[in-house]
């Protein structure tokens, strides 16, 4: 980015683009961010019309609302859905628009891959979803499990959009993960030492490399059913004398990790909302970090309980009913770190704070149904029950999914620069709360007396009637909570009332600059002497016992360096901690800003239309799978060589 | 309080309102987990309980007053943090102990006089071996109160999943393995119980059903001794001193044929099945065939008709050498059974009638499964109406082999 030797001349060359095209040829991580946001709360409305119909056909017994081919459809998208096309780029838009304003840079590692990033999960999240008006979507489950995925079960394209679908995905996230894991790494500002990280940047930093290590897992995983599929291996064929439970092992090594994936941001999320709503600094600050590693490091080791039904031995069963029962503390202490953080403060209960308080609440009853079933010989009355269907909806709605509103509530003044309406979000609060436990909390019942997961249909008189009935209510309840959201969502960007730079007194650097943030971010990089350093300067009297030093600042601001304004004089980059609500343009400022540019969408565009073919292949049309593959290759490596060969900035 | 709570909730699900409860005590397997559950349980509860009052404390503690005092600023507490580690760690000793006691218990082998049963799941029924009795059936089970009973379970294409919920833990049923799980039913007097498939294996997973009846250890022998023969039909007339003539016609060793019981074994009583094992799953419009020609069905005629048609390359039935298939289920004994179709309708003469006519429609199946056989009936995977040089039945002629299929006691 910067460097030393700015030129006096630095102009934007008329690549400043607007309207579609800004957004298309967008690389700021701001604007990236943005489009993740939107895009997910999209998919997110796909998921949610999707468990409507689900739990409209599980209403009554033996419904005819919906066809088995049709349930099965609907019940693997809106898994495949909410967790790949929802849950993860929600955080992906948290990640993409704060890690730098926590962190105190001008953009992430790598603007140009961050902008392919997101066009490959666009174009990921279309491929897998569009075949669903078609009838042709994906019916393997979220978790494919073979021989049911392999070609001699499952012969349609459907599947085979969800083995592509994933692997362009896994792309996306691999990217984005190298390139935030890159930033924290090497973008902090002078002072902003590791322990003085925001906890949403801990939390993301700790997911990064989650990413990193768990999606080759996967990757290979998913290599081998498209070379069964589509090239006639038999690495899961179960005719051949392959070993069904392969897939199960490969898929959970990564699964597992995935689970800590979702959740971990939103714990960071809540982890900033806390503190900033109780005015105290977050309780055992330290403590919240490690968790968060140690949670992430035996996230790994825990996957086989999954698998407790599919007859591992007893050996393995201990094991991992021991680890998995392990993970309880980790998690256990970062419930109570968060009530003591909020233990003697003063709670201002707004729309953010109430989801995040939600978070703990309902993150509690999953943890411990949770703990149910890391006991194996209980689980084998509980797994692939509704039992199990209610617990994960603790954790991933009553979880990562309120966390993740609490982050919306909270950060949207950045954002836009306005706040939400409390009184819409106070309404989208407790109905979606009471449309949350009414759904999901019966479940428990009914997977407890007996009903399997999965299942399209159920006989009347087996004592599931009442709590089918509950939750489909339930469900229903939620659209309208949703729809409020969405209208308060829009509706405040442009009527919002406009918030200031820092309307939560908050304590972290992405509040010391404008709402929203100017392009550059950061007219000087901030120095960073603690843990809180917006509060050294607004709230000194509330730093005193708080550790200050200055740590870091020359090996930091080696890296920083100086920049040259429009009237040529020279400006260093770094200042010590400031307030900046002034707002210039970077070319006011001097600071050059990586030009916007097309190409990493049309490489994105060329890896699907490489992916693409194979379906076509699979339909017996090789020729024109054929031509696919070439104007796929020649699109990616083409559009690839140019977008390397062309300087990210300006020439100077 | 908290310690009640969980055993009143495990007392009130383990009603007759409910019931596929996993809440009974019919088996040691089911023992042993629920107490481990009301273990867990209860520690949960008290966890539950002290996290959210804890929580709502605070909030309530701690709401912003307006002029309310500048809170203080903690960072930590060496002490507390260690305790709230340290205790969910003591907790979960209390729960790891008699996990790993009930995991080695019930994971090292069955006892050596153990009832043993072979379950293979197929897309979408079970078939139930009982390899010492020499029996071969489908979706129905018979266990011996107060015998152990273990279950080698396998796949002949996906992944399924066993479970009987009131009676012991699930065990998948891999491709290319077996596994194996046993429970004793020993604190339950006879009565009947709801199966299912619990692994997702495909478009019918929700129809894999399937019934256990636990009975005593002398109907038990009765039922086995039924099932373990050939199926006999027509039957030996009771005027006819030999009865030859009429055995002939089935029996491979016809000289033998009179000396076979010809009375069939247990079934288990159709007045005492509970209401929930009794299928109500409706028949889909269309496919009902009129009662008064059901009643002219002709076993008979069946049993001929029968023996031409399309059936005969999937069903087995023994002492039937016409119908020697393997692929469906073993019919050789289907009048014994109350459900059909996995455990999804009532097996009597208007459910099986209109099951032969489009199975297709009555459950979704596979391309590769029964087939729609009832004539001008549209086959939702053809999409070609059945005609008669495709083997399609009338009415009356599936009345008849319907007659003759129910008469296989």
Known sequence: ?652 | MAAALPLLLSACLGGPQYPNSTFTDHTDFNRDASELWNTMMLWGAIVFVFVEVLLVYTMWKYRRRPGGPEPEHVHGNTRLELTWTVLPAVILVFIAVPTVRSIWRFQSGAPANALQIDVIGHQWWWEFRYPEQGIVTANELYLPVGRPVNFNLTSKDVIHSFWIPQLGGKRDAVTNRTNHLWFTPDSVTPNAFNGSCNEFCGASHANMRFRAYVVSEADFASWAAGQAQNAVFPPPAPDTAGGASAATVSNPAPAQAPALPLAPGYMFPAEQLPAHVVPQTPIPDGLVIPDEVLAAGDPQRGFEQYNRSLCIGCHRIRGNPRSPGVIGPDLTHLGSRHTLGAGLFRNDARHLAAWIKNARRMKPLSSTSMPAVGLGEIDPFTKQPVTAALGGLNDQQIADIVAYLLALK
């Not at chain 1, 979803?129 to 995925?149: C, K, M, V």
């Not at chain 1, 603690?530 to 050294?536: C, E, G, I, N």
């Open chain 1, 1 to 652: 980015m910067a460097t030393v030797a700015a030129s006096p001349t630095y102009t934007t060359a008329g690549a400043r683009r607007t309207g579609i095209m800004d957004w298309l040829t967008t690389v700021d991580h701001k604007k990236i961010g943005t489009l993740y946001l939107h895009t997910a709360l999209f998919f997110f409305v796909v998921g949610g019309v999707e468990a409507i119909i689900m739990r409209w056909q599980l209403m009554r017994p033996n419904s005819t609302a919906v066809s088995a081919e049709v349930f099965n459809q609907l019940f693997t998208m809106h898994g495949t859905t909410m967790v790949f096309l929802v849950i993860m780029p929600l955080s992906a838009a948290f990640f993409n628009f704060l890690i730098p304003l926590q962190i105190g840079a001008r953009d992430v590692a790598f603007p140009r891959l961050n902008a392919f990033s997101y066009w490959v999960y666009l174009f990921g999240g279309l491929f897998i979803t569009i075949p669903i008006l078609f009838n042709a979507a994906p019916d393997g489950g979220w978790f494919a499990y073979t021989p049911l995925t392999g070609k001699a079960y499952s012969p349609g394209q459907n599947m085979n959009f969800w083995v592509l679908g994933i692997q362009i995905l896994g792309i996306s996230s691999l990217a984005a993960a190298f390139n935030f894991a890159t930033t924290i790494i090497n973008m902090r500002a002078p002072g902003m030492n590791l322990m003085r990280m925001p906890m949403f940047t801990w939390m993301s930093f700790v997911v990064q490399w989650l990413i990193i290590l768990a999606f080759p897992v996967i990757t290979i995983a998913l290599f081998f059913m498209q070379f069964d599929r589509f090239f006639g291996t038999n690495f899961y064929v179960s005719a051949a004398g392959a070993d069904p439970l392969l897939w199960q092992h490969l898929f959970w090594i990564f699964g597992h990790p995935e689970v800590y994936i979702l959740i971990l941001p939103a714990f960071g999320l809540v982890s900033e909302v806390l503190p900033t709503y109780s005015r105290k600094p977050l309780f055992g600050y330290p403590v919240v970090a490690y968790s968060g590693i140690l949670i992430g490091f035996l996230g790994f080791g825990v996957w086989a309980h999954h698998m407790f039904s599919v007859g591992m031995g007893p050996i393995a069963d201990t094991v991992f009913g021991v680890t998995t029962m392990l993970i309880a503390i980790p998690t256990g202490v970062k419930i109570f770190n968060w009530i003591f953080t909020m233990w003697g403060g003063a709670i201002r209960f707004t729309t953010a704070m109430k989801f995040a308080i939600a978070l703990i609440a309902m993150f509690t009853i999953g943890g411990i149904s949770g703990i149910s079933h890391a006991s194996p010989p209980s689980d084998l009355q509980q797994t692939d029950t509704y039992y199990i269907v209610a617990h994960f909806h603790y954790v991933l709605y009553g979880g990562a999914i309120m966390g993740i509103f609490a982050g919306i509530y909270h950060y949207f003044p950045k954002w836009y620069g306005r706040k939400m309406d409390e009184r819409l979000g106070s309404i989208h609060f407790w109905l979606n709360f009471i449309a949350f436990n009414l759904t999901f909390f019966p479940m428990h019942y009914a997977g407890m007396l007996g009903m399997p997961r999965r299942i399209y249909t159920y006989d009347a008189g087996q004592g599931w009637e009442t709590f089918n009935f509950l939750s489909s209510w339930g469900a229903f309840l939620m659209a309208p909570a949703f729809l409020i959201f969405i209208w308060n969502f829009f509706r405040s960007k442009t009527r919002g009332e406009v918030a200031g730079d820092n309307p939560w007194d908050a304590a972290t650097l992405e509040w010391s600059i404008p709402s929203p943030p100017p392009e550059y971010n950061f007219a000087q990089i901030p120095m960073v002497t603690s843990r809180y350093p917006l509060w050294d300067l607004t709230h000194p009297e509330r730093m005193k016992d708080i550790p200050h030093s200055m740590d870091g600042w020359d090996e930091a601001k080696l890296r920083t360096g100086e920049h040259v304004t429009a009237t040529g004089v020279h400006e260093p980059d770094v200042a010590p901690m400031h307030i900046e609500s002034e707002r210039k343009s970077a070319k006011e400022l001097g600071i050059p800003m990586p030009n916007p540019t097309i190409k990493p969408l049309w490489v994105a565009a060329g890896i699907l239309v490489l992916f693409s073919s194979l379906p076509v292949m699979y339909a017996g049309k090789t020729l024109a799978a054929f031509a696919m593959m070439a104007v796929g290759a020649v699109m990616f490596v083409g559009f690839l060589y140019a977008w390397l060969t062309t300087p990210m900035e300006d020439a100077h």
